[in-house]
């Protein structure tokens, strides 16, 4: 049977049909004329006056209004006084599903969560307004393999989302199922291998691997052709340096390192520059989170109350506010070392990036206080405060990691040919980092949305969301 199905898969003319399959959903035609672009190449410097035709999810032409033929069917959207850009990354989050709610709600000693039902469009909604069209899910499972697809063929509006399946040693700290676990060096490979064969497009190593177990992973990853992100393992056993070897391409957190040295100190920090310059690794900024954290732990009244919190979805706004162990195990010795942690990281960015080193923004969204898409532009903030400078946090956020995924030939600047992902924005972000937030259309695969259009999705969102748990109301 399954032979036969094979044979089947082998006919050309059924070959010829899968692969015409991803067929263009999107037919908008639409040109923004006289608009600033911001590029993000490596070469280009704004361009003013410029128009972008957008034909087929596709940027057709782009150049001074003289020499842009626009299409006679093309809509024409005035861009004066606004600046277009590529969309944003967030290069560590976590996308939810059901089976992770209830995996981790009965490690927590619960029953699970089997009323509810999150819904991919409904969960990608915020970082489509937000215009944070890529992300990286940071611990994804077999249910994401499906929902990139979704996404990719057009039938889910949502960001493009790199999955990375994550691994931890003997002891996980995630439930089984969330996590894989690999006891030794045979369990490693083989737990790559099966990653590869799944579909997922990185390895996320996690902080219980030991010191081989970890080597063997990147080992073999790296023949395998995937990229490895994590966490940095072996704690407090002064191997930090050897835990850089070729094929170890990311860490997830600038927190890792502190975690890593004694006492936080620039010394540490200078030996980690060389250690991961040398191996040409890059680094997740996550720095609200370290900050959002420390505010919590400090005053858990900062999880209420803002708007932007009914845009997260209330069974995992439930984990926010019922089961945050920040908050129930805050001791003024735990609340000071959160501080001095998120201190250490803004120290270990700037010397990170004054060395060359690779910084791409991360939220580590789905952690207390982080809301989808909205914590993206709050970090780009951060890495300005941290040192960062404007450009340099922008090519970041857009080419920089279009080329760690290995996507730039199709997106992560605004060039004739890329892929239609972008940003139009009311005012300068080279100017003002916050200006990323000030959004008049995000362009998805080459469909437009208006501000308008976007706070009616979110305002959906909100009514959906505010019925979507019963049980809670009388929280
Ligand atoms: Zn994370």
């Known amino acids: 049977m399954l032979r036969s199905l094979l044979d089947t898969l082998k006919c050309s003319a059924l070959a010829a049909l899968l692969a015409g399959a991803s067929a263009q959903v999107h037919a908008d035609t639409f040109a923004i004329e006289?608009?600033?672009?911001?590029?993000?190449?490596?070469?280009?410097?704004?361009?003013?006056?410029?128009?972008?035709?957008?034909?087929?999810?596709?940027?057709?032409?782009?150049?001074?209004?003289?020499?842009?033929?626009?299409?006679?069917?093309?809509?024409?959207?005035?861009?004066?006084?606004?600046?277009?850009?590529?969309?944003?990354?967030?290069?560590?989050?976590h996308f939810p599903n059901e089976r992770m709610l209830d995996l981790v709600a009965r490690a927590m000693g619960g029953n699970g969560?089997?009323?509810?039902?999150?819904?991919?469009?409904?969960?990608s909604a915020p970082y489509v307004a937000m215009g944070?069209?890529?992300?990286?899910?940071?611990?994804?499972?077999?249910?994401?393999?499906?929902?990139?697809?979704?996404?990719?063929?057009?039938?889910?509006?949502?960001?493009?989302?790199?999955?990375?399946?994550?691994?931890?040693?003997?002891?996980?700290?995630?439930?089984?199922?969330?996590?894989?676990?690999?006891?030794?060096?045979?369990?490693g490979r083989q737990v790559v291998r099966d990653i590869k064969a799944e579909g997922y497009d990185l390895v996320k190593v996690y902080s219980k691997l030991d010191f081989d177990t970890f080597s063997a992973i990147v080992a073999e990853a790296r023949q395998q052709g995937l990229k490895v992100m994590g966490h940095l393992p072996a704690r407090g056993e002064g191997l930090t340096e050897k835990l850089f070897q070729p094929g170890f391409d990311l860490v997830a957190h600038a927190e890792e390192f502190g975690w890593q040295s004694k006492d936080m100190s620039d010394a540490d920090i200078q030996r980690y520059v060389t250690a991961?310059?040398?191996?040409?690794?890059?680094?997740?900024?996550?720095?609200?989170?370290?900050?959002?954290?420390?505010?919590?732990?400090?005053?858990?009244?900062?999880?209420?109350?803002?708007?932007?919190?009914?845009?997260?979805?209330?069974?995992?706004?439930?984990?926010?506010?019922?089961?945050?162990?920040?908050?129930?195990s805050a001791t003024p010795e735990?609340?000071?070392?959160?501080?001095a942690v998120v201190d250490f990281n803004r120290r270990l960015i700037r010397a990170f990036v004054q060395a060359g080193i690779t910084v791409l923004p991360g939220t580590d969204t789905i952690i207390p206080g982080q809301v989808a898409g909205v914590a993206l532009h709050e970090e780009l903030k951060a890495l300005v405060d941290a040192g960062m400078s404007k450009e340099q946090v922008l090519v970041a956020a857009t080419r920089q990691s279009a080329e760690f995924l290995g996507v730039l030939a199709d997106r992560g600047t605004l060039e004739q040919g890329k892929r239609a992902d972008l940003l139009l924005l009311d005012a300068d972000p080279l100017a003002d980092i916050v200006n990323t937030r000030k959004i008049a259309a995000?362009?998805?695969?080459?469909?437009?949305?208006?501000?308008s259009?976007?706070?009616?999705?979110?305002?959906?969102?909100?009514?959906?969301?505010s019925t979507a748990l019963p049980a809670a109301k009388s929280e």
């Open 34 to 93: 006289n608009v600033t672009v911001l590029p993000m190449t490596a070469a280009a410097s704004p361009l003013k006056q410029t128009t972008v035709v957008v034909r087929d999810g596709r940027i057709a032409a782009i150049g001074p209004a003289k020499s842009v033929t626009v299409p006679a069917q093309a809509r024409r959207i005035d861009g004066t006084g606004k600046w277009l850009m590529p969309s944003l990354s967030d290069m560590h989050v």
């Open 113 to 123: 969560m089997p009323g509810v039902t999150l819904d991919t469009a409904d969960l």
């Open 132 to 187: 944070v069209l890529q992300i990286v899910n940071a611990s994804a499972m077999s249910e994401d393999v499906g929902r990139r697809r979704e996404i990719e063929s057009g039938r889910v509006l949502g960001p493009h989302m790199a999955l990375a399946a994550m691994v931890d040693g003997a002891k996980p700290i995630w439930p089984p199922g969330m996590t894989r676990v690999a006891a030794n060096a045979a369990d």
């Open 276 to 328: 991961v310059k040398r191996n040409g690794t890059s680094l997740v900024s996550t720095l609200t989170t370290n900050e959002i954290i420390a505010r919590q732990a400090r005053d858990p009244s900062v999880l209420q109350g803002r708007p932007e919190y009914k845009y997260v979805h209330p069974a995992l706004y439930m984990f926010w506010t019922h089961n945050n162990r920040y908050v129930t």
């Open 334 to 339: 735990r609340i000071a070392r959160l501080e």
């Open 442 to 451: 995000v362009i998805a695969n080459g469909r437009y949305l208006p501000a």
């Open 453 to 465: 259009e976007l706070k009616t999705m979110l305002d959906q969102l909100v009514q959906r969301y």
